[in-house]
């Protein structure tokens, strides 16, 4: 386990270990949320990082990652815990043919922690070996209002509530980082009691050390002509517009074809690694993949 970074530069290393590129922002708001316990709310176009940086912190701290996937329905149970009822109905059925049960014992036992299966919430707040985890709420705007209700609690007192057992405190409260994709809007009540930060598409020299570290086997040449590429494809009118997951992904699919220099085949080829949708991918189709390549290699000579 490490530290806490004590500066927003030391953010910026401790990231920089696990090959995420942090921008100063980004790094500030990462650095205050970690100082002040705050949870950190992260909203942006998919792909730009948000899920990974929690992924890179949770890495360069040592400490465990636990991850609240989010989905439409999900429920306070679903987030917090549930009783292993098959468990349960086989200690009652062994307990009918055992003479002299103990009744009130044995209900006290069904609802015991032996029987508690964690959810994420709760296993956040429960002592972790390495220190207080990194929780991630994934993609909230998924979710429904009332469980942005139930999590007002959760994250203003890091505690949750079990009938059968009580409320459940956090001995130390978890590094908790939401993620929004902006499918809808978050209410403003569970944003007032987090630092927000809107993670956006990176800049050319930006997305170019990300690509270094992530892919450092692309030449800079090839990897100038996949960002502009990129970044001229992110200015056209797609319904799904590529993140830098896309990049990465991208680059590493170029290398495996052993490609020095971007062309328009090349590109038709291996569209469906930064397009995700086959409408997109269409509207690319002949003319306009060549119209865009000779766009961004018109900026790059402009740089």
Not at 152 to 175: H, N, R, W
Request: proline residues 5%; contains cysteine; aromatic residues 6%.
């Amino acid at each position: 386990m490490h530290a806490v970074p004590d500066s927003i530069d030391g953010v910026e290393t401790l990231l920089a270990r696990e090959d995420y590129v942090v921008g100063r922002s980004l790094a500030t708001v990462t650095y205050l949320a970690l100082t002040l316990g705050r949870p950190l709310f992260l909203e942006g176009e998919a792909g730009v990082g948000k899920t990974e940086l929690a992924k890179a912190l949770a890495a360069a701290l040592g400490r465990r990652l636990i991850r609240l996937q989010c989905y439409e329905g999900l429920d306070a149970a679903s987030a917090v815990y549930e009783w292993n009822f098959p468990a349960q109905m086989v200690a009652i059925r062994t307990a009918e043919v055992t003479e002299g049960t103990d009744r009130e014992a044995l209900t006290d036992e069904l609802f015991s922690d032996r029987y508690l299966i964690r959810r994420p919430l709760l296993e956040a707040m429960s002592p972790q070996p390495g220190g207080a985890p990194v929780l991630l709420i994934d993609e909230l705007d998924r979710t429904d209002e009332p469980f942005e209700a139930f999590l007002l609690e959760a994250l203003s007192d890091f505690q949750v509530t079990i009938p059968e057992l009580g409320t459940i405190k956090a001995p130390e409260p978890p590094i908790v980082i939401l993620t929004s994709n902006r499918t809808r809007e978050v209410h403003d009540a569970l944003k007032r009691r987090c630092l927000y930060h809107w993670v956006d598409y990176p800049t050319f020299e930006r997305e170019m050390d990300i690509l270094s570290a992530r892919a450092p086997e692309a030449s800079e040449t090839l990897s100038r002509e996949i960002i502009a590429f990129v970044q001229r494809l992110r200015t056209e009118d797609l319904f799904k517009k590529p993140g830098v997951a896309e990049t990465i992904d991208w680059a590493k699919c170029l290398l495996a074809l052993d490609t020095i220099n971007l062309s328009p085949e090349v590109i038709a080829d291996t569209l469906g690694a930064i397009l995700k949708y086959q409408d997109d991918i269409q509207r690319l189709a002949g003319s306009e993949t060549t119209r865009i390549l000779e766009d961004s290699r018109k900026a790059l000579e402009a740089t």
